[in-house]
């Protein structure tokens, strides 16, 4: 069975930093990519970093230059730092799983949805 657990929000002032954590189990990292994902209030899920089964890494542009996507394989985790958070970072963050997802953005490349995790950036 498939399981995503993401964990490390929080709040945090405007220029801060957090690292998400995405603990993965079920699969294999070399057969499905991983993707990170937000949700603002009133706004549509929208894709933030991925990283590919054969390790590469895609950033969405909004957070480019400021968030890094990494994997441990050996302990099937998946990371999102992100740095020189912004306001409108605020949202509910989630790491999906996929097959041949290529690295992709986009939400319905995914089948597997962990729980989201909140970060709230205060200005």
């Known amino acids: 069975e498939v399981q995503l657990q993401a964990s490390g929000g929080g709040l945090v002032q405007a220029g801060g930093s957090l690292r998400f954590s995405c603990a993965a189990s079920?699969?294999?990292?070399?057969?499905?990519?991983i993707g990170w994902f937000r949700r603002a209030p009133g706004k549509e899920r929208e894709g933030v970093s991925s990283?590919?089964?054969?390790?590469?890494?895609y950033i969405a542009d909004p957070v480019k230059g400021r968030f890094t996507i990494y994997s441990d394989k050996a302990r099937n985790m998946v990371y999102l730092q992100m740095n020189s958070l912004k306001p409108e970072d605020t949202a509910a963050y989630y790491c999906?799983?996929?097959?041949?997802?290529?690295?992709?953005?986009?939400?319905?490349?995914?089948?597997?949805w962990g729980r989201g995790t909140q970060v709230t950036v205060s200005s």
């Open positions: 999906a799983a996929g097959v041949g997802t290529h690295g992709s953005l986009s939400p319905w490349a995914y089948d597997y």
């Open positions: 990283i590919s089964s054969d390790g590469n890494t």
């Open positions: 079920g699969f294999s990292f070399d057969d499905y990519g």
